[in-house]
């Protein structure tokens, strides 16, 4: 078996023996390139983002940037990461670290390589081309809306990156500011090669062993035997457990790049999606074939989050505030189960059991979330947070409607953060199917629906808020809807 290695800058470096333990951040600090940083260790500040090279397609590639903090380095064997360091140096500096300082972007410097990283996978992005009618002078000026630049730089790729000392105009501009790749940049030429295979990887240290199987089968097999092994894919949940709680366990199963678990296809009556796909990578496959899912993607914490997270690994958490169950929930998700027995399908409203449980076996794994078809025409997902992105719901409804001649058909909807599981709102359903979509019945309804769940009190909103705002959402779902008129 070949040792664990990994391609850092265009060198190839030995990863060691290093268990499940050792993020990606502490290897390559530990190695010297102290550029990227621990700020929060969460995945809430970007200072540690580096970039990763993916598939795009079966021939091609795509810088990727992601939270070193939170990911094992072992995950990365045989794989390609830059760093700030990797980008430029003195006197040859990339192009985002020259705009970001002469435009100001950069003061303590303490976020910067993260910043830079996650303007870079943005500027290489394939498809990112001028706006047709930039402005005069790319200082942003001209962005065609507030959120992307007139060099088609969506602000959105630098989420997940804080900065408290320059403020975010002069790093926008620095963003709004970058022109089109050279054809001879080296990391541009890069991306016209596949991107490197996943590895079987097998690494331990006194702590625990990771194992990267070839294929789904080996995985089951290891789960089988080890029940208690720590399913690791994007590990967004994962590694704020090991670096603020400091949990550790014996074994990990790297799962991410599991062809088996990555599955994607559009057929007559569902979709099916691979629990180990990134949320960007679904986001990106579907381009808005499923509105309420194209709703939740921009809210769903950061793009540099949404780069590594999972469907899998959201509902394998079985968290009552994660942001995909109430959509999955409306629209009425099927997941199928794997374990070396066989597979089997549960409906979703089925699933959760209990506060951070549910029916999944020990032995089981997600390997497909899959949505029924048609969808319904008329959905919303509204998520009531402290900030607008890159937060923890307070509260999250989304809802999926379909009216025939003025009365409600059908409609689902689903909730998050007011119970010990993702709920359905089966009083509140039950209130509007077959009745008028009239305001007087939406406010009945919403009656119901503020006496879903058993909302609490606690440091994110209170148990009064909770219920207000569950009384609001519908009847919010309903004004901008009052005809049925936002479709998919």
Partial sequence: MVEPQLVVNGRTRELGEIGGHVTLLEWLRADG?????????????????????????????????????????????????????????????????????????????????????????????????????????????????????????????????????TGY??????????????????????????????????????????????????????????PDARLVAGSTDWGV??????????????????????????????????????????????????????????????????????????????????????????????LVLASAEGEREVLLADYFTGYRQSIRRPDELIKTVRIPLPLAPVTAFHKIAKRRFDDISSVAVAYALTLEEGRVASIRIGLGGVAATPVRAMAAEEALKGRPWTRQTVAAAAGELARAGTPIGDHRASERYRIAMLRNSLLKFYAENPGGGRTS
């Fill in 33 to 165: 390139l102290t550029g990227c940083k621990e700020g929060c260790a969460e995945g809430e500040c970007g200072a540690c983002a580096v970039l990763v090279a993916r598939p795009d397609g079966p021939d091609r590639a795509c810088w990727v940037a992601i939270n070193a903090c939170l990911v094992p380095a072992a995950a990365f064997d045989q794989q390609e990461v830059v760093t700030a360091e990797g980008l430029g140096r003195p006197g040859q500096l990339h192009p985002v670290q020259r705009e970001m300082a002469d435009r100001g972007g950069s003061q303590c410097g303490y976020c910067t390589p993260g910043f830079i990283c996650s303007m870079a996978a943005e500027y290489y992005r394939p498809g990112r081309r001028p706006a047709p009618a930039a402005g005069a002078a790319l200082n942003g000026s001209g962005a065609a809306d507030q959120e992307r630049g007139p060099n088609g730089f969506d602000l959105h790729a630098l989420s997940g990156n804080l900065c408290r000392c």
């Fill in 169 to 226: 105009r002069p790093i926008r501009d620095a963003a709004y500011a970058l022109g089109q790749p050279e054809v001879a940049d080296p990391l541009l030429a890069r991306l016209a090669e596949p991107a490197p295979a996943a590895a079987a990887t097998t690494t331990s240290d006194p702590q625990g062993r990771y194992v990267r199987p070839t294929d789904l089968a080996g995985a089951l097999e290891l789960l089988a035997v080890r």
């Fill in 241 to 334: 457990e090991l670096n603020i709680r400091h949990a550790r366990a014996a074994l990990t199963i790297g799962i991410d790049r599991l062809e088996e678990l990555r599955e994607f296809t559009i057929g007559p009556d569902r979709i099916d999606l691979g629990a180990a796909l990134s949320l960007s990578e679904i986001e990106t496959r579907l381009a808005g074939r499923v509105p309420l899912l194209a709703d939740l993607f921009p809210q769903f914490a950061s793009r540099l989050i949404r780069n590594g997270a999972t469907l899998g690994g959201n509902l394998g958490t079985a968290s009552p505030i994660g942001d995909a169950p109430p959509v999955l929930l409306a629209l009425d998700a099927w």
